[in-house]
């Protein structure tokens, strides 16, 4: 229980640095790496979900908020599975997943415009 909750304010506290004025980063890379000491083969799945929609959108936000919004899914399919603690970790991949999303708002907003650039290889 100490690490869900350690890895939840891990997150928040990239999301939202007081001496930032609580303007931090999206929490993708930070998230992963709680989930990978929390539920590595959950985390496993978010990577492979982020990597498959990347390189079939070529979007970085779209395989960002995928990989959010599947990764409670796989938590709870894990946990029924029994390869998980219980539901405690849904619940904090949940809210993780809210986080990312929120987080994520501007970019949606320039996916709806058109103006959301695609990463480009050299």
Do not use: D
């Amino acid at each position: 229980m100490y690490g869900i909750v350690g890895a939840f304010f891990c997150v928040m506290g990239h999301v939202f640095p007081v001496w930032l004025r609580l303007k931090g980063g999206k929490g993708v890379a930070t998230s992963a790496g709680a989930l990978f000491g929390l539920m590595p083969l959950a985390a496993l799945i978010g990577v492979a979900i982020w990597v498959l929609t990347f390189e079939v959108t070529r979007y970085v936000s779209v395989a960002s908020v995928t990989a959010a919004v599947v990764l409670p899914l796989a938590v709870l399919g894990l946990a029924y599975a029994g390869h998980t603690n219980g539901l405690e970790l849904f619940y904090v991949s949940l809210c993780l997943a809210v986080v990312v999303v929120f987080r994520h708002r501007s970019n949606l907003s320039r996916l709806v415009q058109g103006t959301e650039p695609r990463f480009k290889r050299r």
